[in-house]
């Protein structure tokens, strides 16, 4: 089973509107390294397309919605995320896609690691084969 788990950030509002919070090494379970946002991509559009050998990641839509595909070389899920206040946290060694972005979606990433070209698998055919040999 592709392990994932959806985490609810704590949210606090009143007539004024509404303001989260996320906490690192509370919230998440890392301290971030990394954060980045993807906007301005279509519908149809299929983004991320690779796994990480280490880097871990919570993401979530601050805007919008779409969908995330996780694959773990032996099953494929489907998750949408569609509230901001509500992130996916992705461990290591999950391919990623996602797609059907809304418009106006922002997606942000909080990454555990620095950028780092090594620790991504680019390529489909090569993550499944370093699934089989990591499990």
């Not at 595909?69 to 992705?90: A, C, F, M, S, W």
């Not at 055919?125 to 699934?131: G, H, N, P, Q």
Request: with cysteine; proline share 1%; charged share 30%.
């Amino acid at each position: 089973m592709v392990e994932y788990k959806l985490v609810d950030f704590r949210t606090f509002g009143d007539n004024r509107g509404n303001l989260v919070t996320i906490e690192a090494e509370q919230d998440i379970p890392f301290k971030v390294n990394r954060v980045y946002y993807i906007y301005g991509s279509e519908k149809e559009i299929v983004r991320g397309k690779h796994a990480h050998k280490e880097l871990e990641q919570v993401i979530f839509c601050a805007s919008g919605s779409c969908d995330f595909i996780l694959d773990d070389g032996k099953e494929r899920v489907t998750v949408h995320l569609d509230k901001p206040n509500q992130g996916l946290y992705i461990k290591n060694n999950i391919w990623r896609e996602f797609t059907n972005f809304s418009e106006g979606c922002v997606v942000m990433v909080l990454a555990s690691n620095h950028y780092d070209e090594a620790d991504y698998i680019r390529n489909y055919d090569d993550f499944l084969k370093f699934a089989k040999e990591n499990y």
